[in-house]
């Protein structure tokens, strides 16, 4: 067994990265926020189980748009599709983390192989 440890070299993080950027083009729609429960009242309390003191279940997408948080209704024939989204997004901000990365590395492993290249340490 070598006592040696290789050390990746910027063609290595650039396949890598080139990997992930791949997988980006296989990405579905998604979105970014929070899916929120909130119980409540419809209002009508004489025909409705609100005037039981039962509440409604309605989801919410909750976002931040400058700095400002904000909610959106999502319909319950949506909510399935609004979670795989929010969900895909999830993925998105890690894939586009990992890219980063390997960009910083390629950035710091550039100038030490420059130099290796010329003969200096």
Known sequence: MSKYKLKPNTKWFE???NALIKQLGKVSPFLN???VKKLMTC???EKCKCGSGEK???YYLMYSEENHPK???IPIDLHKDATLWCD???KVKNLIK???DYQRAILK???KEKRLKRGRK
């Open 15 to 17: 396949r890598k990265r």
């Open 33 to 35: 926020g929070s899916i």
């Open 43 to 45: 209002g009508n309390k």
């Open 56 to 58: 409604h279940a309605g």
């Open 71 to 73: 909610t959106a209704y």
């Open 88 to 90: 895909e997004y999830k």
């Open 98 to 100: 990992l890219i980063c």
């Open 109 to 111: 492993n550039y100038v």
